[in-house]
Every structure is written in structure tokens, then in C-alpha cells.
């Protein structure tokens, strides 16, 4: 494995100068740009690509066994946190990068049969009882070889020999130092195969070649996992449209019950955003893995080649319409969630209107209900008034009864009890007032 030179290591920064203390990713960050380099290669080579998709449980299985090829031969195993790992086995290099959902493994063997270059690939070479135990699923399984030109350039009918038959698509490539070539189809092995022929290749240029061409294919596999994906979810996304239009249309209707319609809209907005939580990762996924085969085709320097179709052409041709139908599902999901938003308010906001309006209905009923309250109170009050004053009046005439009983004055009681009443009367309903003045003014 190769390691960072001293300068590039974790380590503190020397005090020479006086500067503040350095962010705690400064040096990770630094060396993120030196991370998985591309392996120097001697040519002639033959070259096998395995691709494997994990779990998190099955990436922590990965490193264990891992660790078991290193001790086999007797080499350091990569640290615990290390995402790709470069070394030489006794017969066949190897490369090892660990990536977000997959993993990839590359072997490299300088032992090639020009007459039949993929009778004997890498991966032969390598222990078969540690190949068959292996974690996770093949998702990109593949063979490379990089031979020397020969004097006459190779025509379409001899490479596609080496290709079961098959149509094959290339370029030259690298400024005219390689002509690669594939036919982008899994063979009888199991294995996709791709051709190198080298003029003038150096050993970091082969290595950066075999490199993209390998990202080309694992990353074209990679982008297409969400064209599945979007065909189910196609007529899906059709049929919760037309629920919507029609939940939409009934909404329109002056008779139309506002609470039920809310209820559907809510039941159709927790499946579309479901559908949409679900899938949003692979379909943004999908779309960057896209952007990197892009890149990649950029990064060989594609030259077309007469009466051969260019990767580039191959791929945009064949990949553009599913990445263009996964777009296109992912944004029909997020303007049909917008729409139901804008139409989930626009109800709301109608319900709203229909209780604010049943409320002022209610208040209106409870001020008019309050207004006959207090035209009972004001007849009960009245009527009070009257009762006391009669009461007083009673008692006055009694009085007087009394006294004219005793013969003590010589009193008439009607006559008193019938020239108290105005005044008695007068009393009470300032009093009655007085009081009801009181009673307001409490908070």
C-alpha cells in the first residue's frame, strides 16, 4: 500500500511560524485530492473488475475479510478508516475502493496471450476460495487487456472476434496513444469485456485509462438502478394526477363538501410524498452517477474512428432516453407535491372561511340571545322594583296600623302608605340604578 509522504500525513505543522491552530479536518480535507490515484501499470496487462453493492453490515464483513487475503500473503492490511487500499500480492496487483454503495475490486496481471487475451484473466490468478466468499451482490463484473499496436491498425471484423461476434463501439482515445474498444454486453463468462491497444502509453496513462473505462461502466450500471424504479412509478404518478384533477374539479362545485375533499387531499398527499421519500435518493443518484459516465467520456479524449460508433455516441444514444424518463418521474413527483400543496391551501383556506362564517352565525345568534336576556332583565327589573316598592309600602301601612292601634297619633295608615308610594317608589329605582351602575363598572 502506499502511504502519504510526511508532509501530507495527519500530523501537527511544525511551530516554524506563528500561526493559529489548525481546523480539525484541515488535513483530511488537504489530502482528499490524493485519494484512490490510479494504478501504474507495466504493459502488457490484463485486468479484472469486480463491482459489488453492500450494506453497512456487509461492509464491516468486507474489511474482515480483506484483512484475510493480506495475511495470506503476509501483507499490512489497510487501516480500519482507509476507502481504498493499492498493493502487490506475490502474482497480481490489486486495488480495493470502497465507495458509497458499492465496492470495487481490480486485479492486474502482466501475463497476457495476444493470440487469446481473456482464456487466462486476472482473476484466475487470484485465490478461488477467497473469490467464492465474497460479500455483497456482483452489480459490474468485467475484463480488460491492454495490448501492444501492432503495425496495421485492427479493423471492426477482428476486434469483434474477440467480442463473441458482437457490434463492437471505440475510439482512439488519449490524444491517439490507445485505441480502446467494447461491445458493452455481459459474455458467456459473465463478464463485460473491454480492449486496449497502446501506441505510446506510459504506465500512469495506461492507469488512468483502464481507470475511467472501468468508472464508465460501473457508473452507467449504477445510474440505470433507478430506470426500474421509474417505470413502476409512472403510472402511478399518472393516476395521482387524475385523482388530483378530479379532486380539483369537485372543489369548483358551489355544493361540494369541503371536509371530504380535505380528507382526500391528505390521504393523496401522504402517498405522493411517501412515493417521493422512497425514491428521491436513487432518482438523485441515478442523475449524478450520469454527470460522472459524462465526465469519464470526456476524459479519454474520444477521436472517432471511421465506420465505428465512439462510446460517447453508444452511450448517450442508449442511456439518454432512461435517465431522461427518470427525470422526468422525479419532477412530475415533486410539481405534482407543489400542486397539491397550492390545492391543499387553496381548501384549507375555504374551510376556514366556512367555520369563520358558521362563528359569526353563532355570535350573531348568541348577541341576539344576549339582547332578549337583557330585555328580560329589564322587565324582571322592573317588575322587582315594583315588588319592593310594594313590600315597603306594606310595611309602612303596617307600621302606621300600628301606631294608630296604640293611640299614640292620630294617623290615617291608608292615607300615609298611599302618599309614600311615588316616594318609596322613586327610591327603590334609584337604588335599582345606582346598583346596576355599580355592577358595569366591575371589570
Avoid at 74 to 103: C, K, M, V
Avoid at 121 to 131: M, R
Avoid at 268 to 284: C, M, N, T, Y
Avoid at 383 to 407: F, N, P, Q, R
Wanted: aromatic share 8%; charged share 20%.
Amino acid at each position: 500500500m502506499k502511504r502519504c509522504p510526511p508532509y501530507l500525513a495527519n500530523r501537527t505543522v511544525p511551530k516554524l511560524f506563528n500561526i493559529p491552530e489548525n481546523h480539525t479536518q484541515r488535513f483530511s480535507l488537504h489530502n482528499e485530492i490524493h485519494a484512490r490515484p490510479p494504478v501504474p501499470l507495466r504493459l502488457p496487462v490484463s485486468a479484472s473488475l469486480l463491482a459489488l453493492t453492500l450494506n453497512e453490515q456487509e461492509k464491516a464483513l468486507e474489511r474482515e475479510h480483506l484483512n484475510s487475503l493480506c495475511q495470506r500473503f503476509a501483507i499490512n492490511p489497510p487501516p480500519p478508516d482507509a476507502s481504498h487500499f493499492i498493493t502487490r500480492f506475490d502474482n497480481f496487483l490489486f486495488h480495493w475502493e470502497q465507495h458509497g454503495e458499492f465496492s470495487t475490486y481490480c486485479f492486474y496481471v502482466n501475463t497476457v496471450d495476444i493470440n487469446d487475451p481473456y482464456a487466462k484473466p486476472a482473476l484466475a490468478f487470484v485465490p478461488i476460495d477467497w473469490l467464492d466468499k465474497l460479500v455483497g451482490q456482483t452489480i459490474v463484473a468485467a475484463h480488460a487487456v491492454i495490448l501492444p499496436e501492432s503495425e496495421q491498425p485492427p479493423n471492426p471484423e477482428e476486434i469483434s472476434q474477440y467480442f463473441e461476434g458482437n457490434t463492437v463501439v471505440g475510439a482512439k482515445m488519449t490524444g491517439g496513444d490507445a485505441l480502446a474498444f467494447t461491445d458493452f454486453r455481459i459474455h458467456n463468462d459473465g463478464f463485460s469485456r473491454f480492449m486496449v491497444f497502446e501506441k505510446k502509453l506510459q504506465s500512469q496513462q495506461a492507469g488512468r485509462l483502464l481507470q475511467r473505462l472501468f468508472e464508465i461502466e460501473i457508473y452507467r450500471v449504477m445510474a440505470l438502478l433507478a430506470f426500474p424504479i421509474s417505470q413502476e412509478l409512472a403510472p402511478k404518478v399518472s393516476g395521482y394526477e387524475q385523482r388530483l384533477s378530479k379532486i380539483t374539479t369537485t372543489m369548483a362545485q358551489s355544493d361540494c363538501n369541503d371536509a371530504l375533499l380535505l380528507d382526500q387531499m391528505t390521504r393523496l398527499a401522504a402517498e405522493v410524498e411517501s412515493h417521493i421519500s422512497h425514491s428521491q435518493f436513487r432518482f438523485g443518484a441515478a442523475e449524478a452517477y450520469y454527470k460522472i459516465v459524462e465526465q469519464r467520456i470526456v476524459d479519454i479524449r474520444e477521436q472517432k474512428i471511421q465506420g465505428i460508433q465512439t462510446i460517447g455516441e453508444f452511450l448517450t444514444k442508449r442511456m439518454q432516453p432512461a435517465i431522461s424518463s427518470c427525470k422526468s418521474t422525479s419532477k412530475r413527483f415533486r410539481l405534482l407535491s407543489e400542486r397539491i400543496s397550492n390545492a391543499s391551501q387553496l381548501l384549507r383556506t375555504r374551510v376556514d372561511i366556512s367555520i369563520e362564517r358558521q362563528n359569526q352565525a353563532l355570535l350573531t345568534s348568541m348577541d341576539l340571545r344576549a339582547k332578549i336576556q337583557l330585555r328580560f332583565q329589564e322587565t324582571v327589573e322592573g317588575l322587582s322594583i315594583v315588588a319592593i316598592t310594594t313590600y315597603i309600602i306594606s310595611l309602612i301601612h303596617s307600621g302606621a296600623k300600628a301606631i294608630k292601634s296604640a293611640e299614640m297619633i292620630a294617623i290615617k295608615p291608608d292615607l300615609i302608605a298611599g302618599i309614600a308610594i311615588p316616594f318609596v317608589l322613586f327610591i327603590v329605582a334609584m337604588a335599582a340604578r345606582r346598583l346596576r351602575k355599580v355592577i358595569k363598572n366591575i371589570d
